[in-house]
């Protein structure tokens, strides 16, 4: 599968970029900002996957939101 | 270079969030952890205890994450569902939720419960209940059948473990309703690269499915599916973030309905699925820091898939804190897809495959929402409980679906409620 081609390069060019010496641009001291919780995409595990379950059952389109849904289809 | 912290910058860039009761020692512990690590953090709470006198300078961190780094092939660190950011292990916390949805003849509400308690800062272990009580009239069901009552009942379990700067987490549920049992597993890694500044996730599910149907105790289908999940977060600037997930799904099995039946020629016949589907996603998100006490968020969604269905979902959302005991959201959300090759309103000539679905329809959705958390106890360092209520209006209008009762096309307002308690410990 094509996807899984793509999986497995990330990975691989995750691992070799792991060798190099990048400095983060954002100091560790900079981030009190990103730490906050308004900035997650989602604070509320409970309250996110009913709402993705809405969707879930009513759109065609499913995936890639960070939130697993579960269960039928029922309309 | 990394340059040197002080003691007073680290307390002082966790002030904001103590101020806001999110947790005290706790906190700072989790965002230390989150900023230099929980080795470092354990090595300068060992140096301060022998006298230091003050917070090392953070150069060492390089070396440190490039070792990490190296050992990225562990790919430890996960976070459930692969939500593509820092790693760092979930908060103690629970929850407890009157959930509703009333829209186009259905309604749907119940109770649902989540607790998660950490063991030793190490590993986190997690329970959920989901109950959906479901009263359906919808269109499908008034036009073919019988109006119905019926009770799904959903039941998780999960377990977080961190190992340096890495996440693992594994998941298991079971979804239970009188005609349709599924169970799933799944595993999620995610890492922190480059000095925190990215974060790395994967993610693999497998799903096990059996479809069943009601006054026919003899009929029993299988479903199985598989979903790869890979997604990245990276730090922009002091108040930027920016993540893509991705996420490919396989299905394969009883992909259908027992119950829903096309039109050909206007004669009902039951509809036919392939028995296989591949779907792709992409998500790319943008969060930033607007204000003293605000966050935007904007995002867009692209999925395809193998039964030639196209859709893009867009979303845009603010949040503010008010004061020291509120906090509000607000968000719009559009959805638009096109409809699957084997879709029809009414079919003119019988094909292999035939779907009336209207899931499978051309079609779309507009979301607004908002929300609301209201701290209503608060020891700073100790626990919080909060007051949470969440409404969003959505419409849907389908564009080649029709009303057979009245000849027009479909459409229909939906209500969604969350109302929760949270409490943090």
């Given at each position: 599968m094509k996807f899984q081609r793509v999986i497995y390069l990330s990975l691989l060019t995750a691992l070799l970029l792991g060798g190099c010496g990048i400095e983060?641009?954002?100091?560790p001291y900079e981030r009190e900002r990103?730490?906050?919780?308004?900035?997650?995409?989602s604070r509320d595990a409970l309250a996110d996957k009913h709402h993705e379950h809405v969707y879930d059952v009513r759109e065609a389109a499913r995936g890639a939101t960070g939130i697993q849904g579960g269960g039928c289809g029922c309309n | 270079m990394v340059p040197p912290v002080s003691r007073e910058a680290a307390v002082a860039a966790t002030r904001c969030s103590v101020r806001r009761g999110l947790g005290g020692g706790r906190l700072v512990r989790r965002w230390l952890a989150l900023v230099v690590g929980r080795?470092?953090?354990?090595?300068?709470?060992?140096?301060?205890?022998?006298?230091?006198?003050?917070l090392p300078a953070l150069a060492f961190l390089g070396p440190f994450y490039?070792?990490?780094?190296?050992?990225?092939?562990?790919?430890?660190?996960?976070?459930a569902g692969a939500n593509a950011e820092a790693v760092?292990?979930?908060?103690?916390?629970?929850?407890?939720?009157?959930?509703?949805?009333?829209?186009?003849?259905?309604?749907?509400?119940?109770?649902?419960?989540?607790?998660?308690?950490?063991?030793?800062?190490?590993?986190?272990?997690?329970?959920?209940?989901y109950v959906d009580s479901v009263s359906n009239a919808s269109i499908d069901v008034v036009t073919t059948a019988s109006p119905?009552?019926?009770?799904?009942?959903?039941?998780?379990?999960?377990?977080?473990?961190?190992?340096?700067?890495?996440?693992?987490?594994?998941?298991?549920?079971?979804?239970?309703?009188?005609?349709?049992?599924?169970?799933?597993?799944?595993?999620?890694?995610?890492?922190?690269?480059?000095?925190?500044?990215?974060?790395?996730?994967?993610?693999?599910?497998?799903?096990?499915?059996?479809?069943?149907?009601?006054?026919?105790?003899?009929?029993?289908?299988?479903?199985?599916?598989?979903q790869y999940r890979l997604g990245a977060t990276q730090i922009l600037t002091p108040r930027w973030l920016v993540s893509l997930n991705t996420e490919a799904?396989?299905?394969?099995?009883?992909?259908?309905?027992p119950y829903r039946v096309a039109r050909v020629f206007g004669a009902a016949v039951p509809e036919v699925d392939p028995s296989t589907r591949t779907s792709r996603a992409a998500t790319l998100r943008l969060t930033g820091s607007v204000g003293a006490q605000g966050a935007v968020h904007a995002q867009y969604r692209y999925f395809w898939d193998t039964w030639d269905i196209h859709a893009g979902?867009?979303?845009?959302?603010?949040?503010?804190?008010?004061?020291?005991?509120?906090?509000?959201?607000?968000?719009?959300?559009?959805?638009?897809?096109?409809?699957a090759s084997f879709y029809s309103d009414n079919f003119t000539s019988e094909m292999t495959y035939m779907s009336r679905n209207r899931q499978l329809s051309t079609f779309n959705d507009l979301g607004l929402g908002a929300k609301a958390s209201y701290s209503m106890i608060r020891e700073p360092g100790r626990y919080e409980i909060k007051f949470n209520a969440a409404y969003e209006w959505i419409r849907f209008h389908y564009n080649d679906f029709t009303d057979i009762r009245t000849g027009q096309l479909y459409s229909f307002n939906a209500n969604v409620v969350e109302l929760f308690f949270s409490a943090t410990f």
């Open positions: 983060p641009w954002v100091k990103l730490a906050d919780p308004i900035m997650q995409s | 080795d470092r953090i354990a090595a300068w709470s060992q140096m301060t205890q022998q006298g230091a006198p003050q490039r070792g990490a780094a190296r050992v990225g092939g562990l790919l430890g660190g996960v976070l760092d292990l979930p908060g103690d916390r629970a929850d407890v939720m009157y959930h509703s949805f009333i829209g186009g003849g259905v309604v749907a509400n119940g109770p649902a419960v989540l607790v998660r308690k950490s063991l030793e800062d190490v590993v986190s272990l997690s329970a959920f209940n119905y009552k019926e009770t799904r009942v959903e039941t998780g379990v999960g377990l977080d473990y961190v190992y340096r700067d890495a996440l693992i987490s594994l998941t298991a549920s079971t979804s239970r309703e009188p005609d349709y049992v599924a169970d799933s597993a799944s595993i999620d890694l995610a890492q922190d690269y480059f000095g925190g500044m990215t974060t790395v996730s994967i993610g693999y599910s497998k799903g096990w499915d059996t479809v069943g149907k009601h006054n026919d105790p003899s009929f029993s289908a299988p479903a199985n599916h598989w799904i396989a299905d394969e099995g009883y992909l259908q309905s979902t867009e979303e845009v959302g603010y949040s503010q804190y008010a004061g020291k005991r509120w906090l509000l959201d607000g968000f719009v959300r559009h959805y638009s897809q096109n409809h």
